[in-house]
């Protein structure tokens, strides 16, 4: 696909972001960033290139928008969805990564038209909000989603936990392994019902995530979705972290917390996914 056939477009209002549209495209992808909020433009471009119409969205922090991923309605990714189809997109592909798997995995479970999910660094069930939510207000916790209008079930946090420190940033990974054993309840009322979705789903997960126990969550999901008679496809690597690359992406590494993992290792993880990710188009 010749750069010359990608037409991008600045999206605002109902659906936000940037819009990279290639003529007579039949597969729509919808790319989700984690929770650092950046519309990834960079990784929506690597679909265009394979012919796909790609929308990377802007689902909180931006105008007119919630600031933090709090109380997010799910209708935000329904009318992504509606967007794409709107273009003639016939196949609809979320990617989304780590809080945008989190997204992208709940959407598919609730919209029938998503036919196929990339999740990379998923959870599988919903955690609570990462910062604010309308009100400018972060704590107490309430739920990252709503569906029409509901809060979904989440999982709290256990503040019984000590941080743990790799390479001198903190390592959340224990403090979500500490509020599943904590909360069991809650956990089962939270899991992300992937069972219940026909989309195809592709899991890449490192094994040496720092951030939350990516690969197990993923495991988990493979497990559930296996007992419903649905296979779904993991990719995952031992010493991969949090941070997976696709080919030609050098996403930089937070300075907030832990990724795990190293670059080699993180790219490595990327290009083997990348095969499958490129079946699912």
Known sequence: MSEQAIAEETLSGRV?????????????????????????????RLFANEGASALALQWFGGEGQIPGICEIPLETFFAATDCLVALGCRRIVYVGTSKGAEASLLA??????????????????VWGNIGPGRD?????????????????????????????YVDGLASYRGLFQRSLQTFGDEANKAAIPVETTSAEIVLVAGGDDALWPSLDFAESIVRRRMAAGKTTRLVSAPDAGHRILLPGENTPRSGSHAHGGNDAADA??????????????
């Open 16 to 44: 936000a972001g940037k819009l990279l549209r290639c003529t007579d495209a039949t597969t729509g992808v919808v790319v989700l960033s984690g929770s650092s909020g950046r519309v990834d433009i960079a990784r929506a």
């Open 108 to 125: 598919a479970a609730h919209d029938p038209r998503i036919d196929a999910v990339v999740a990379i660094s998923p959870t599988s069930v």
């Open 136 to 164: 400018g207000i972060s704590w107490p916790e309430r739920s990252s989603w709503t569906l029409k209008g509901v809060p979904c079930p989440f999982v709290p946090s256990n503040p019984d936990w000590s941080a743990e």
């Open 268 to 281: 490595s993880l990327g290009r083997e996914a990348w095969d499958y990710i490129r079946e699912l188009l």
